[in-house]
């Protein structure tokens, strides 16, 4: 089991990105998965999941700006990010559930990716 994020870099603000999370080793696609990013010396923050119905679901910081997806033939997660701002800085990193539903609590996900670095200036 292995997630494994990627697309991360430095950005102007306003500008976008997308990040990719390539899953091996489990199919990912009828369970919950989601996005989380944490900064130095905060705590970790749920940006976006979507469930093994295919549901999604966004914290108030990033709706309307970032949309989580699945691409299910090649068990891939993505998140497009757009209008970013530097307040986004941050470690982002990938994750899944082990269950169709997702879990309220970031430390209920049982895997997780190494992250990939997002830099808004």
């Known amino acids: 089991v292995q997630l494994v994020e990627s697309g991360g870099g430095s950005v102007q603000a306003g500008g976008s990105l997308r990040l990719s999370c390539a899953a091996s080793?489990?199919?990912?696609?009828?369970?919950?998965m989601g996005w989380f990013r944490q900064a130095p010396g905060e705590e970790r923050e749920k940006l976006a999941t979507v469930d093994g119905h295919g549901s999604t679901s966004y914290a108030d910081s990033v709706k309307g700006r970032f949309t989580i997806s699945k691409d299910a033939a090649n068990n891939t997660l993505l998140l497009q990010m757009n209008s970013l701002k530097p307040e986004d800085t941050s470690m982002y990193y990938c994750?899944?559930?082990?269950?169709?539903?997702?879990?309220?609590?970031?430390?209920?996900?049982?895997?997780w990716g190494q992250g990939t670095q997002v830099t808004v200036s």
């Open positions: 080793g489990y199919t990912y696609s009828k369970v919950c």
């Open positions: 994750a899944a559930s082990g269950y169709y539903w997702c879990p309220f609590r970031w430390s209920d996900f049982l895997y």
